[in-house]
């Protein structure tokens, strides 16, 4: 897959957490995976947005030929919004995992894959994507439509302005946490009392 790019300020991998700031927004209480953060901006993906469309029926709306040859599965395989940009794009995040997930067709490394944590991948490549809807594989993955980019300061200046808070890097909120459960979760790793930090934010706007 291909390298990733950051630099030692980068703040991905990690997760933005919403504040109060952004109800009413599309990132209102938002959980964003960031993949790419350096000078010129920023890059991320919502990870507790489900969308009602899932996995297998999406894949077959694009390619009625291999309709009959998804995996039963992929159409219990929730898809999510992964951000307000380009929102026809769909993407694929996925960790590597057991010997299958190195064969072929995983094996190949595309120009826009980005390598943000060990083991760890996102990818827009129609073929890695039907690839994963057709074949069996260990790999965990997520799948997403559009999302989340910040031009060159963007996202520094949200970040003043206390729209965000920023947590560490850590599968278990992709892997392990209920979209419900997404964003208290992520603001308890960073030691803020969901609660009241909902009622500060409601105070700010006041």
């Known amino acids: 897959m291909a390298e990733s790019t950051q630099n030692s300020s980068s703040m991905a991998p990690g997760f933005l957490v919403a504040s109060p700031?952004?109800?009413?927004?599309?990132?209102?209480?938002?959980?964003?995976?960031?993949?790419?953060?350096?000078?010129?901006?920023?890059?991320?993906?919502?990870?507790?947005?489900?969308?009602?469309?899932?996995?297998?029926?999406?894949?077959?709306?694009?390619?009625?030929?291999?309709?009959?040859?998804?995996?039963?599965?992929?159409?219990?395989?929730?898809?999510?919004?992964?951000?307000?940009?380009?929102?026809?794009?769909?993407?694929?995040?996925?960790?590597?995992?057991?010997?299958?997930?190195?064969?072929?067709?995983?094996?190949?490394v595309e120009p826009a894959d980005i390598d943000f944590a060990p083991d760890w991948t996102l990818s827009p490549s129609g073929r890695l994507i039907e690839g994963f809807a057709l074949h069996e594989t260990d790999d965990y993955i997520m799948p997403v439509l559009g999302y989340a980019g910040w031009g060159a300061g963007q996202l520094e200046g949200e970040l003043e302005e206390g729209s965000w808070l920023v947590a560490d890097f850590d599968e278990a909120l992709i892997r392990q946490t209920a979209p419900a459960d997404c964003w208290k979760r992520a603001l308890a790793k960073i030691g803020v009392d969901p609660t009241a930090f909902l009622m500060m934010g409601k105070m700010g706007s006041a």
């Open 21 to 108: 700031k952004l109800d009413g927004s599309p990132f209102e209480r938002a959980v964003i995976l960031l993949v790419h953060h350096d000078e010129e901006g920023a890059m991320g993906y919502i990870i507790n947005k489900p969308l009602e469309v899932d996995f297998g029926t999406l894949i077959a709306s694009v390619n009625e030929e291999i309709e009959e040859a998804i995996l039963p599965e992929r159409f219990e395989q929730t898809v999510y919004f992964g951000g307000p940009v380009r929102m026809e794009q769909l993407w694929v995040i996925f960790k590597h995992e057991g010997e299958q997930a190195r064969k072929a067709p995983f094996d190949s």
